[in-house]
């Protein structure tokens, strides 16, 4: 496939931009702490766009479009001044935004700067648009969803390792091991226990490892 024209993405943003905004006008109206922007909606303006080819492959027709959604999300991302007075999070189904100060509970934004900084980088690359194929698209999504409910679970995880929201991932090498040794069945602890320490570390480690 071939990297969609400059032209064609700068229209993207157009669109998007435009669907935050006409959203933001009625929040702020009608005082709304927090609204949200379906990635669904957002793919239907983006998909008649001059210029952008998408391939005959249903599921891979939709990749195209959501890397095309995701990559100017992560653009409108990058001017946050245009939304004031809300703060934008990229979450898995779209945009939230959220006014500032205010804390929205249950909230899934992908919020952990590693996680973001990481997903920036990939829709920012644009040889996953170009060499895509059906297969890995669906590889894609499996790891994606793994990393993304590890990350949904981090506080619950840290918690169990009895370690901070603050915690580096050093800290929680040395915890697992510490309490890995005294719970394992092996030296007369708790197989559940030694099971919930093990899952613990693993969801973490899906999300902060290096």
């Not at 901070?164 to 510490?178: F, K, N």
Request: charged letters at 20%; aromatic letters at 10%.
């Amino acid at each position: 496939m071939e990297e969609p024209k400059a032209s064609s993405i700068r229209e993207a943003k157009y669109l998007i931009h435009n669907t935050v905004q006409t959203a933001l006008a009625h929040a702020v109206s009608e005082g709304s702490i927090c609204f949200s922007i379906e990635e669904y909606s957002c793919i239907q303006a983006v998909t008649h766009i001059d210029g952008l080819v998408w391939s005959s492959d249903a599921l891979l027709s939709l990749f195209q479009k959501h890397f095309i959604v995701r990559h100017c999300f992560f653009c409108l991302n990058d001017t946050p001044t245009d939304y004031a007075p809300y703060q934008m999070a990229i979450a898995p189904t779209g945009l939230v935004l959220t006014r500032t100060n205010e804390k929205t509970v249950g909230s899934h934004a992908v919020s952990a700067d590693s996680i973001v900084a990481e997903l920036r980088d990939f829709y920012f690359d644009f040889s996953h648009y170009t060499q895509a194929t059906s297969e890995s698209v669906v590889a894609l999504m499996s790891s994606f969803w793994v990393k993304f409910n590890s990350l949904d679970q981090r506080e619950e995880s840290l918690a169990r390792l009895s370690l901070t929201p603050q915690a580096t991932w050093p800290e929680v090498i040395a915890r697992y091991r510490q309490m890995a040794q005294a719970c394992h069945p092996d030296r007369g602890g708790s197989e559940q226990e030694f099971h919930e320490v093990r899952q613990a570390y693993d969801r973490l480690k899906a999300v902060m490892a290096k």
